[in-house]
């Protein structure tokens, strides 16, 4: 009865097709519309913008510096170093001879030898704790050979063959891959993921509320027209658009708003980080960014202006009927 | 066009505002809809623009049955009724074409379309020249007539009004009357919500009257300022209203 009703209603006043075309340049002037109510209150919708594009920065700079930090540890997973350490009757000379003999190897990019004075004179220097250890009958620290492996995807499984193999050595007392700490760092990695998806979640959360709240208060500024509008026959779908742009535009903005933050931060950083990267002989530098990763922050975010559009839609447009 | 049959409204606070009214209107006739302030003249309204629904009884408008309207019809039941306010309900912060366009923007219209048929609601209500500006502006039976060309620009089938001389003083209650009476004459299934009993009298068109929510009379009222043939329908004591 009343789709009957509607579809002659529609078809009585206006035909099909030019309402489809109507359709669309509806949709297209309550775009610019809201554009244009946006920029009438230009501090609080700069505002919102800002707030969600804070609120998003959070969880993506994490993000971004997790990334860089996974490309880190498998730049450094290529260089594998393996300890040997020596049993303490092997000489100063056979020492030097099986470090040379090492370094000859095709796996192996170099080889030192470290005999067990020069060994506690670097602790002493490192530590600073100079004649403590020579209370000692006997040097505690041994003597060992640094092997650094050459760079190669299969190095991994190479490494742990190749320490296998040391370890056999009649010299070697134990072969240790140096390798622990990138595992640590793994670790802590995981957990930073973790707790950046947690961050992202909640804020979420708040960016949905935020543009929620900022909505309602709109809607409620145009209380008076939303009630001309559906005493007039508008629908909920006519009625509601114009707060879902706005959602839209809130998203958007606050997207864009993120991204400046994030160029700003990653400027503001970039030359303690190049001395840091100096002062370590390495190469490495921040990422920013990718063209995807702006892609897609701005999809979710103007996807979260439009839920908390939805929010307030369904909470506060759905109740306003003309009595 | 417009039928009642053994309406009742109670609203969900106990209060009967409608009981048992059975009224019909005929298409393009214009009638009067009066009694004191409470009778229900409102309340009958909104049951025709669907503000409201029947406690019981059916309400049938162009053919369709209210009781079985879904919501989501709602408004394309809405495109087919202009109403008029006593407060003429104009947006402010919209000029005086935008304000007759909403319901043709509403109803998908095309920009050329919507052009032509606001500039004749407005010719037909002689405020062409106002188009421009806001209806702050304008005076309040401007007002009014602006709020009249919004609610004839869709050419809907039935016009209704609820007290839309309410502010205005008698001679621009009679400007407005005569608009009404202007559109009926083409057609227009005409109902208008009052209780200037003077203004009324001196129209000579049909009037319903109610009394606290009942049918009180249902008067024909024949040309030539005859006699007025009074149908006065027996009314059971009640204490409501
Ligand atoms: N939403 C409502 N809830 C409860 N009672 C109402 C409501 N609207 C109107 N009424 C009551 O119903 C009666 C009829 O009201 P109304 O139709 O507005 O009368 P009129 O327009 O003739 O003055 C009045 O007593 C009024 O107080
Ligand atoms: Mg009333």
Redesign the pocket.
């Known amino acids: 009865m009343a789709d009957a009703s509607r579809r002659g209603a529609s078809q009585a006043s206006v035909g099909f097709r030019e309402q489809l075309r109507s359709y669309y340049s509806h949709h297209w002037l309550t775009f610019t519309e809201s554009w244009r109510r946006l920029w009438a209150t230009p501090m609080s919708t700069l505002l919102t913008w800002l707030l969600v594009g804070v609120a998003l920065s959070l969880p993506s700079g994490l993000y971004l510096l997790l990334s860089n930090a996974e490309s880190l540890r498998q730049d450094w997973q290529g260089t594998a170093q393996i300890s040997l350490y020596l049993d303490s009757s092997a000489s100063i000379e056979a020492g030097e001879t099986l470090a040379l003999e090492l370094s000859q190897r095709t796996a192996v990019q170099s080889a030192h030898y470290l005999s067990s004075e020069q060994a506690l004179q670097e602790f002493e220097q490192l530590s600073g704790m100079v004649g403590i250890i020579s209370g000692f009958d006997e040097n505690p620290i041994p003597a060992s050979i640094a092997v650094i492996l050459v760079q190669s995807d299969q190095l991994p499984a190479l490494s742990q063959q190749l320490v296998q193999e040391l370890a056999e050595l009649e010299l070697v007392d134990e072969a240790q891959l140096d390798q622990q700490w990138l595992e640590r760092l793994y670790q802590l990695m995981q957990l930073l993921e973790r707790l950046a998806w947690a961050l992202a979640i909640l804020l979420s959360v708040a960016i949905v509320l935020i543009i929620g709240n900022t909505i309602r208060l709109s809607i409620e500024n145009r209380r008076a027209e939303i009630l001309i509008v559906k005493l007039t026959g508008g629908t909920n779908a006519y009625v509601q658009r114009p707060f879902i742009y706005y959602g839209f535009l809130f998203g958007l903005g606050g997207g864009l708003s993120c991204m400046l933050i994030l160029a700003a931060v990653y400027i503001w950083i970039q030359p303690p980080l190049q001395a840091l990267s100096v002062a370590y002989g390495g190469d490495f530098g921040l990422q920013g960014p990718g063209l995807l990763d702006a892609i897609l922050l701005i999809l979710v975010s103007s996807a979260l202006g439009v839920a908390g559009a939805w929010v307030a839609v369904y909470r506060h447009l759905r109740g306003i009927e003309p009595? | 066009m417009i039928v009642f049959d053994r309406v009742s409204k109670q609203?969900?606070?106990g209060?009967q505002?409608?009981a048992d009214v059975s009224v019909e209107i005929d298409r393009g006739e214009m009638v009067f809809l009066t009694?004191?302030?409470?009778?229900?003249?409102?309340?009958?309204l909104?049951l025709i623009m669907l503000m409201?629904r029947a406690s019981s009884g059916e309400v049938l408008v162009a053919g369709q049955n209210l009781n079985t309207f879904s919501r989501s019809g709602i408004p394309y039941l809405r495109r087919q009724i202009g109403v008029v306010f006593q407060n003429h309900q104009l947006l402010l912060d919209r000029s005086v074409f935008d304000n007759v366009a909403l319901p043709l923007e509403i109803a998908g219209f095309e920009r050329r379309d919507i052009e032509r048929r606001v500039r004749a609601a407005l010719a037909k209500v002689g405020l062409e020249a106002t188009m421009k500006h806001s209806p702050q502006n304008l005076s309040g039976g401007e007002q009014q007539r602006v709020g009249i060309a919004r609610a004839v620009v869709n050419r809907p089938k039935i016009l209704l009004a609820?007290?839309p001389t309410g502010n205005l003083d008698p001679a621009l209650s009679a400007d407005v009357m005569d608009i009404f009476q202007q559109f009926s004459q083409v057609g227009v299934t005409t109902l208008i919500?009052s209780h200037d009993l003077a203004l009324i009298a001196r129209l000579q068109h049909r009037t319903v009257t109610?009394q606290h929510?009942r049918l009180f009379e249902n008067t024909e009222v024949s040309r030539a300022g005859e006699a007025p043939i009074s149908n006065t329908l027996e009314v059971q004591g009640n204490g409501l209203?």
Not at chain 2, 35 to 44: D, I
């Open positions: 009595e | 609203y969900p606070n209060h505002a409608l009694g004191r302030s409470g009778a229900g003249k409102s309340t009958l909104k409201e609820d007290e919500a109610l929510g209203g």
